[in-house]
């Protein structure tokens, strides 16, 4: 039996690669004399590492940052390890032998951490200190350890922990953190992420790490004027019905027809990131037309009402992702609804 590679999907997933290219540009403006890097953590946020980084890396970026380190692989397909950093650090030996291997940068977080990476042989790497988020970080008292003042240090960063508010919080971390700097023998310096950006020059030090905003995110209103929407995601019909008064839709029949409706099932659900609360008050487009979401959304699929729009079986429907108008009806937040893409789209 011939069996094809790759059946065509009853999902897509467009990338704007100029509009994300456009939106680091814009961010690595807007971060003035400072170098802005690029998160990419979690797939590139949902949208793909094997697309997102090769954009980026042409459009300038030169600093990208990953969580874990099974992401490393990936990302190296397009960099060079020196321009890659791991923002968990090293958890063991295992670990920080790999890193010195491929080049990739870890991101010390703790005394454990900077021991570690000494005793495995050592070299370049970054250190997090915690300002005030207590998350991930060194305490600034224990900057003048031995074993964190015997590391060569590139980047000496933190992290703003209400960077999207105008919070008392954040004048509060970056007075800590600009209290650390003389005792800490380091290149460069870093503390703003995507919103951290906005609250000006004197946050920007020597790289900026924006993450959602690169996505298409607005991580702080100021920003709305800046960054332009770079996912489109589509969805097909799998199926038509004509309903008649008194038929209900879907799970718990939270929709009943109250008149003859003309009803498209279409493929996409909670593994393809389209979860219930998204549901509620929702439409897909088709073109300009507005079709209404009838009912709740299933496992896999969603039933919307077509009337007498021309579409048809196999037709795709755009979803809507403009992320904050989202993150405002459906009560998720930006990040949570751009992780959750699942893996069946076919991403152009």
Known sequence: MNIPDDLPRSLRLRLDRAALAANWQALNKLSGAAEAGAAVKADAYGLGVDAVVPT???????????AHWSEVPAVLRHVDGSAVSVLHGVRNAKEAAY???????????????AQLWQESGGGTC??????????L??????LSDPAVRSLDIDILMSHLAS??????????????????????EARRHSLSNSAG??????????????????YGGIA?????????????????????????????VGYNAKWVADRPTRAATVSIGYADGFLRSMGTGGALQHGDERLKILGRVSMDMIVVDVGSSGVKEGDFLDLPFNLPEMSHRSGLSQYEILTILGDRFDRE
Do not use: C, K, W
């Open 197 to 214: 950006i906005m609250h000006g020059a004197d946050y920007h030090f020597d790289v900026t790490r924006p993450g959602l905003a690169l």
């Open 56 to 66: 980026l890396r042409d459009a300038g970026a030169r600093t990208f940052f990953l």
């Open 220 to 248: 702080h209103q100021a920003l709305a004027n800046y960054i332009a929407q770079v996912a489109y995601p589509q969805a097909a019909i799998i199926q038509i019905r004509n309903l008649s008064p008194g038929d209900a």
């Open 126 to 135: 970054h250190v997090m200190v915690d300002s005030g988020i207590n998350r």
């Open 137 to 142: 970080g060194l305490a600034p008292r224990e």
């Open 163 to 184: 960077a999207d508010e105008n919070s008392p919080q954040n004048a509060r971390q970056l007075g800590v953190f600009s209290d650390v700097l003389s005792g800490v």
């Open 99 to 113: 890193s010195r291997a491929i080049g990739v940068v870890p991101v010390i977080n703790s005394l454990r951490q």
